[in-house]
């Protein structure tokens, strides 16, 4: 396969063998650890017995029922489930196979439950620059990451877009709710400059992604959102494809906020890895009127596959078995003392930010000025060379066109523990030094 586009990688990838917890082989015998979880899928570690067995036992009943035809037991099981974890009033659950299709089901679900309420010129999905949504068509539209949408522009419809609150960027205090203000009061000004009454919805990670590096909002600025988005009658969809399942400390992100969207989004940890899986939640309410209008019209061949959905639900049982969320918000403060701790040893390092273990640090040549590092020296690339030689691997992202500078997401597996991020945190040390004893000058 080839590599990202934008990871231009100096060294060829080997073979994966196996992987075990938050460990990874390849077949010449080397070790690694998987530092980021994959892309922050694996969450609750690789190779899990149970979730293994649950599917051994999943594949000798069937693999497959398609959704006309039959109802199956794991997707009933998997969505009561998760109506137990989702706030009050959002009970239905949408099975897709990944986060692109759980993002373009809950656009179609907003805009075919605003033409149940008589708002056809309701259209526009306002979302945040930078941020990833997904790479369909749809979910590309809305998402703010030009390197990845430019090509495809004339392809799609112009969608608005309003800044991501990257107070440590604009010089802002985070934890003063008069800037989380200040950033909300963007979508206000977006939504009237665009026409209320064309205005489908807002759609916001919690916490931001690879795209912003797990950006954590300001303080206030979640809450004003939903307010806004009340206000003027746009839906809230939450994209909790990489906080959703208890990455953050909570099993939904928003939940340290205590805001509930309209839609949500979930994928990634939800499948943890074993399995293609990802889900759209709606509002009852919304559901009911699709359906008293016809019905939803969308779908997949795989929605509610049995097999994902008994994987699914065996993910969730480890969870809450091992109690992976509370393992997280305590390995994430302990991670963060690491990443802080680096910081006072590497200036280069100008921020370090997250929540539970969707953590990032970002590398900047001044932490006064905030100006990024040039862009050929490819600092994002060659840290995570450096590191995966020295047998551990984090995930980088250099947002371009003055966006932001290279950051690196540290987020292994919620079921890590101390000993493993001393490991990790030794190895960071090591790959760190080499680093600037190439650059000799930063
Ligand atoms: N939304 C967010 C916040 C994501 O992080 C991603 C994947 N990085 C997606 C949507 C798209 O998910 P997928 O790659 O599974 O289609």
């Given at each position: 396969m080839t590599n990202h586009l934008f990871y231009q990688s100096r060294l060829p990838r080997p073979d994966l063998q196996k992987a075990e917890g938050i460990y990874m082989w390849d077949t010449a015998g080397k070790r690694y650890i998987d530092g980021s979880s994959g892309a922050m899928v694996s969450n609750i570690g690789h190779s899990n017995p149970n979730v293994l067995a649950a599917m051994r036992e999943q594949m000798d009943k069937s693999t497959f029922g398609y959704r006309l035809h039959f109802q199956t037991e794991p997707s009933e099981a998997l969505a009561a489930r998760i109506s137990g974890l989702t706030?009050?009033?959002?009970?239905r659950v949408f099975f897709v196979s990944g986060g692109s299709e759980a993002v373009e089901s809950a656009l179609k679900m907003a805009r075919q439950y605003a033409l149940t309420q008589g708002e056809a010129q309701r259209y526009k999905v306002i979302s945040r620059y930078p941020s990833y949504h997904g790479a369909t068509l749809g979910a590309l539209a809305i998402t703010g990451y030009a390197p990845m949408s430019a090509p495809f522009d004339p392809m799609m419809k112009s969608m608005p877009k309003i800044p991501a609150p990257r107070a440590y960027l604009d010089g802002?205090?985070?934890?003063?709710?008069a800037t989380g203000l200040h950033y909300a009061n963007m979508l206000e000004e977006k939504i009237l400059e665009e026409g209320p009454s064309t205005v489908l919805a807002f759609i916001v990670e919690p916490v931001g992604g690879?795209?912003?590096?797990?950006l954590v909002p300001p303080a206030g600025y979640m809450q004003r959102i939903r307010e806004i988005c009340d206000q003027y009658g746009v839906l809230l969809i939450h994209d909790e494809v990489m906080t959703g399942g208890g990455r953050t400390g909570r099993f939904f992100g928003a939940e340290h906020w205590d805001v509930a969207p309209d839609l949500i989004a979930l994928s990634k940890g939800f499948g943890a890895g074993y399995v293609p899986l990802g889900a759209m939640i709606a509002r009852n309410d919304m559901v009911e009127a699709v359906l008293d209008a016809g019905g939803f019209i969308h779908g997949y061949t795989y929605a509610g596959n049995p097999l994902a959905c008994a994987a699914g639900l065996a993910v969730l049982e480890e969870i809450e078995r091992q109690d992976l969320v509370g393992n997280a918000a305590a390995m994430g403060d302990a991670l963060t003392d690491r990443l802080q701790a680096l910081m006072q040893r590497y200036p280069v390092i100008g921020d370090v930010r997250g929540k539970g273990l969707l953590l990032a640090f970002e590398l900047m040549?001044?932490?006064?000025?905030?100006a990024p590092l040039p862009v050929d020296l490819n600092a994002h690339s060659r840290l995570v060379d450096i590191a995966y030689e020295n047998g551990l691997i984090i995930y980088s992202r250099r947002t371009r066109g003055g966006l932001s500078g290279d950051h690196f997401l540290v987020c292994p597996p919620m079921s890590v523990n101390e000993p493993q991020l001393d490991e990790i945190a030794e190895i960071l040390e090591r790959s760190m030094q080499q680093f600037m004893a190439e650059n000799p000058t930063l």
């Amino acid at each position: 396969m080839t590599n990202h586009l934008f990871y231009q990688s100096r060294l060829p990838r080997p073979d994966l063998q196996k992987a075990e917890g938050i460990y990874m082989w390849d077949t010449a015998g080397k070790r690694y650890i998987d530092g980021s979880s994959g892309a922050m899928v694996s969450n609750i570690g690789h190779s899990n017995p149970n979730v293994l067995a649950a599917m051994r036992e999943q594949m000798d009943k069937s693999t497959f029922g398609y959704r006309l035809h039959f109802q199956t037991e794991p997707s009933e099981a998997l969505a009561a489930r998760i109506s137990g974890l989702t706030p009050e009033g959002l009970d239905r659950v949408f099975f897709v196979s990944g986060g692109s299709e759980a993002v373009e089901s809950a656009l179609k679900m907003a805009r075919q439950y605003a033409l149940t309420q008589g708002e056809a010129q309701r259209y526009k999905v306002i979302s945040r620059y930078p941020s990833y949504h997904g790479a369909t068509l749809g979910a590309l539209a809305i998402t703010g990451y030009a390197p990845m949408s430019a090509p495809f522009d004339p392809m799609m419809k112009s969608m608005p877009k309003i800044p991501a609150p990257r107070a440590y960027l604009d010089g802002m205090d985070a934890d003063d709710p008069a800037t989380g203000l200040h950033y909300a009061n963007m979508l206000e000004e977006k939504i009237l400059e665009e026409g209320p009454s064309t205005v489908l919805a807002f759609i916001v990670e919690p916490v931001g992604g690879a795209s912003t590096g797990a950006l954590v909002p300001p303080a206030g600025y979640m809450q004003r959102i939903r307010e806004i988005c009340d206000q003027y009658g746009v839906l809230l969809i939450h994209d909790e494809v990489m906080t959703g399942g208890g990455r953050t400390g909570r099993f939904f992100g928003a939940e340290h906020w205590d805001v509930a969207p309209d839609l949500i989004a979930l994928s990634k940890g939800f499948g943890a890895g074993y399995v293609p899986l990802g889900a759209m939640i709606a509002r009852n309410d919304m559901v009911e009127a699709v359906l008293d209008a016809g019905g939803f019209i969308h779908g997949y061949t795989y929605a509610g596959n049995p097999l994902a959905c008994a994987a699914g639900l065996a993910v969730l049982e480890e969870i809450e078995r091992q109690d992976l969320v509370g393992n997280a918000a305590a390995m994430g403060d302990a991670l963060t003392d690491r990443l802080q701790a680096l910081m006072q040893r590497y200036p280069v390092i100008g921020d370090v930010r997250g929540k539970g273990l969707l953590l990032a640090f970002e590398l900047m040549a001044d932490r006064n000025t905030k100006a990024p590092l040039p862009v050929d020296l490819n600092a994002h690339s060659r840290l995570v060379d450096i590191a995966y030689e020295n047998g551990l691997i984090i995930y980088s992202r250099r947002t371009r066109g003055g966006l932001s500078g290279d950051h690196f997401l540290v987020c292994p597996p919620m079921s890590v523990n101390e000993p493993q991020l001393d490991e990790i945190a030794e190895i960071l040390e090591r790959s760190m030094q080499q680093f600037m004893a190439e650059n000799p000058t930063l």
